[in-house]
């Protein structure tokens, strides 16, 4: 008689214990940061000089600090005594000049200053360990910042003398909404000025294809005429699809469509626990190259424009390497937007993966099935604490204001989750292990090389970046054999790409890079390149259309192998 095998007791305990204490830490390995902490304290007790360095430090910029605090107490148009880091538009209104506020406010910043100083530097701390410990000191300065406390902001305390304090009682009715709202773990109400259907994602369209992990809409014709090539577009699957197809006027979708491009979107199943199986493998398969096959069906002989944004821009630029290996040339470009493809220098997601992190993130995956939500959020929100958590205590709770909510903001809270054996495959062969750039991600039974890709590349990177730093998005100029036309816009991650003709003060810079070039550091790279006023979008539809053959007729809306099965934007964004 076959005996069943024994679970892993052992291994199962470890993952329950570490699935609990997740749950309390928002995510964070307590024994990645321990190490951290300690890497930096022993080197730096043990570096007599460096610490010497400091006091001196210190005591040099308090006697200049207390002088110019002197004068700037007299005359509140001194020049400033540091300047904040560009981003930092804490101190920005007039009011933080007049005293005493000036001398509150560059005081932080001075102590600001000085602790990246006291956590950089230290000889034979590892440099992963440095930028942690460096976040983690200005995660803690930021809680002391005296744009935090009524009475330490001048803006705050100019409002409650005009109102009488009814700020302070809307904030605090604001606040104890809020304490509410995650007491019972309340799911967001969907505001009814900003819903899928109604007025989110409204080009007009049909779900011609539907599998066990996406829908694939086909986007209705507005020109009599269009390219013969179709535009495939992967977004991530992080979020939902509706970034490329926010409100009309700056949907990215409705610009192609109206500008005679045949464009079809992948919309990504909102994985369950039921799914924690499912790979990498399944969303290139299932993803991809099952739209693929639709619409080769849809537009048949005809060649495709393959599309990625962010971790779908990773994903297609996978598909298109494996595609490259098999002699399958379906694809006439390749477009990606903030996607990387060396993970070496990934940006500040790099201070939350290490080996302790990534393990005790599988643990608290193995047990829900899926990373949740709140722990992707909780990351994103850390690295942009400045916006997201104390520009909003300071609106909502000190100000009294009502929240504020426009289209790009209703959709990054309409998040999704992603299933623990892809996210775990993700993590550690991509981020951990870089084996995309390295040639050692396999697709089936062999590696893939992204030199193998042949068709032209148009390659989008945002100067403020913090997800896909635009140095690291650079990179692809190193790991491809072809023509890649590379664009860098003013604006982040997602600001920078949802960037119609029309919006106020967007620039970009323009290079192309040939099979035969000379490399081009990405500094000079900046210097080389002039930076031109206006929205990307406009080249990169010439690109498209310079790539494109003649135009044709509009394509039916589905086929007979695939008839249409509903209107969009179908029934995968509807998925909580």
């Avoid at 539907?210 to 992080?238: C, F, G, H, M």
């Amino acid at each position: 008689m076959t005996r069943m095998p024994l679970p892993d007791i052992k291994n199962s305990i470890d993952r329950v214990i570490h699935a609990i204490e997740g749950r309390y830490t928002n995510g964070m390995s307590p024994a990645s940061l321990t190490l951290a902490y300690m890497d930096w304290l022993i080197h730096t007790s043990h570096s007599p000089g460096k610490m010497n360095e400091m006091r001196e430090n210190m005591v040099r910029k308090l006697s200049a600090f207390s002088l110019w605090a002197g004068r700037a107490s007299l005359d509140a148009n001194a020049p400033p005594f540091i300047n904040p880091l560009p981003g930092d538009r804490r101190f920005r209104d007039e009011a933080w000049k007049r005293f005493p506020y000036n001398v509150m406010s560059q005081g932080f910043l001075l102590q600001e200053q000085w602790w990246h100083y006291a956590t950089t530097g230290i000889p034979g701390v590892a440099p992963h360990h440095e930028n942690m410990v460096s976040f983690a000191a200005r995660q803690w300065l930021d809680l002391f910042s005296p744009t935090n406390y009524p009475m330490t902001n001048p803006l705050v305390v100019e409002k409650t003398v005009n109102t009488g304090g009814q700020n302070l009682v809307q904030g605090l009715q604001n606040m104890l909404e809020d304490i509410q709202h995650n007491l019972l773990s309340e799911t967001d109400d969907i505001d009814p000025e900003f819903m899928p259907g109604k007025n989110l994602a409204v080009t007009p369209g049909k779900v011609v294809f539907r599998n066990r992990l996406i829908e694939l809409i086909q986007y209705s014709p507005t020109t009599d005429k269009v390219a013969a090539e179709p535009v495939l577009i992967t977004p991530a699957w992080i979020m939902k699809y509706y970034i490329l197809d926010l409100s009309e006027h700056n949907s990215m979708v409705k610009y192609l469509v109206d500008k005679g491009h045949t464009v079809f979107m992948i919309s990504w199943h909102n994985p369950t626990a039921q799914d924690r199986d499912m790979g990498m493998g399944d969303y290139l398969r299932r993803g991809v190259m099952d739209a693929l096959k639709v619409i080769n069906s849809v537009v048949p002989e005809q060649k495709v424009h393959l599309v990625g944004y962010c971790l779908g821009g990773t994903l297609a630029t996978i598909a298109a390497s494996a595609m490259a290996r098999d002699n399958d040339d379906r694809l006439k470009s390749l477009s990606l937007f903030t996607a990387q493809t060396d993970f070496t220098e990934a940006g500040e997601l790099m201070l939350f993966i290490d080996e302790s992190q990534l393990s005790y993130m599988e643990d608290l995956m193995w047990d829900r099935g899926y990373l949740d939500t709140q722990q992707m959020a909780g990351a994103f929100t850390l690295l942009r604490s400045h916006d997201l958590i104390w520009s909003r205590i300071v609106s909502e709770y000190l100000l009294g204001e009502p929240p504020h909510m426009n289209d790009l903001m209703a959709w990054n809270a309409d998040s999704t989750r992603m299933p623990y054996k892809m996210h775990s495959e993700y993590l550690q062969r991509l981020f951990l292990k870089n084996d995309l750039a390295s040639g050692r991600f396999r697709v089936g039974d062999r590696a893939i090389s992204l030199r193998d890709i042949r068709v032209p590349v148009f390659c989008v990177a945002t100067q403020t970046d913090h997800v896909a730093p635009w140095r690291s998005v650079y990179k692809i100029h190193d790991l491809m054999n072809t023509e890649v036309t590379f664009v860098l816009t003013s604006g982040g991650h997602n600001a920078g790409i949802v960037s119609e003709p029309g919006h106020p003060r967007r620039s970009y810079q323009v290079g192309v890079q040939t099979a035969e070039d000379k490399h081009i550091p990405a500094d000079d790279w900046l210097v080389r390149h002039e930076s031109q006023d206006g929205s990307w979008w406009v080249p990169w539809c010439e690109w498209l259309d310079k790539h494109s053959g003649s135009k044709v007729a509009p394509p039916t809306m589905g086929s007979k192998e695939y008839p249409p099965l509903t209107v969009a934007p179908g029934t995968y964004v509807f998925e909580k």
